[in-house]
C-alpha cells in the first residue's frame, strides 16, 4: 500500500519537529517536504506533489489562506488541510472559503490530525467539532437573515419607488444618478430578493407594506 505523501507547512521548526514524530508513528504515511511560509509551498508543491498539505494560517510572508488558494486552483489533487492555533469562526471560514478540505486547531490531539489526513486524501471532508459547530452557525444565521434587511438603504428607497410606478429615468432624475446606477441597483434588488421583472417588484413591496393600492 503506497503512503500518503504529507507536506507540512508552518514557521515554527518545533511543531514541523513535532508533526514529523507524529506521522513515524504510522506506517501508512509520510512527510516528503517542508516550508516555512505561503511561497515556498507553493513551490515545494510543484516540485514535490503531496497527497496533503498541513498548513499553519498565519507565517510571515505569504500566509496560508493565499497559499492555500493558489494550490488549489494549480495542483487540484493536492488536499489541504488547515493546522492552526485559530479556532474561531472567522479563520475556520476563511479556510474553507480559501478551498482547505478539512481544519483542525493545533491543540487538538495527535490521533485527530492523523484521521484528518486519512479523510482529506481520501476526498472527504474533516472537520474538528469546534469548525463544524461553526459552520452550522454560519447556515443557521444566513437562513434567518430576511432577503430585504440584506438590500442596501438605496436599494430600498429605490424598490419603493419602482412600486409607486416610477420609470427607471424618473427614479435618476428624482434621485439625481445616473440611469445606469439606477438600473444596477435595481438587478442588485432583484438578485437579492429572487425577483425576476418588475410586477414582482411591485407584488413584492405590496406584501412588505412599501405601498398600497387606492380603493
Known amino acids: 500500500m503506497s503512503k500518503i505523501k504529507i507536506l507540512v507547512v508552518d514557521d515554527h521548526a518545533v511543531l514541523r519537529d513535532g508533526i514529523r514524530a507524529l506521522i513515524g508513528l504510522y506506517d501508512d504515511v509520510e512527510i516528503v517536504g517542508e516550508a516555512s511560509e505561503g511561497k515556498e509551498a507553493i513551490e515545494r508543491v510543484k516540485e514535490l506533489a503531496p497527497d496533503v498539505v498541513i498548513m499553519d494560517i498565519a507565517m510571515p510572508g505569504m ?13 487540484p489533487r493536492t488536499k489541504v488541510l488547515v493546522l492552526s492555533q485559530h479556532d474561531n469562526r472567522e479563520y475556520i471560514l476563511s479556510a474553507i472559503k480559501a478551498g482547505a478540505a478539512g481544519y483542525v486547531p493545533k491543540r487538538a490531539v495527535g490521533s485527530e490530525l492523523i484521521s484528518a489526513i486519512r479523510a482529506v486524501n481520501k476526498g ?8 463544524a459547530a461553526a459552520l452550522i452557525e454560519d447556515y443557521l444565521q444566513q437562513a434567518e437573515v430576511e432577503p430585504y434587511d440584506r438590500l442596501t438603504e438605496r436599494e430600498r428607497e429605490i424598490l419603493k419607488l419602482i412600486a409607486d410606478g416610477h420609470t427607471s429615468r424618473a427614479i435618476a432624475d428624482m434621485l439625481v444618478i445616473g440611469l445606469k446606477t439606477v438600473l444596477g441597483h435595481r438587478a442588485k434588488i432583484m438578485e437579492k430578493l429572487n ?8 407584488k413584492y413591496a405590496m406584501r412588505k407594506g412599501l405601498v398600497t393600492l387606492d380603493s
Open 124 to 131: 472527504d471532508s474533516f472537520l474538528y467539532p469546534s469548525a
Open 63 to 75: 500566509d496560508g489562506l493565499e497559499a492555500t488558494r493558489r494550490i488549489r486552483k494549480k495542483h
Open 195 to 202: 425577483l425576476h421583472n418588475r410586477t414582482e417588484l411591485i
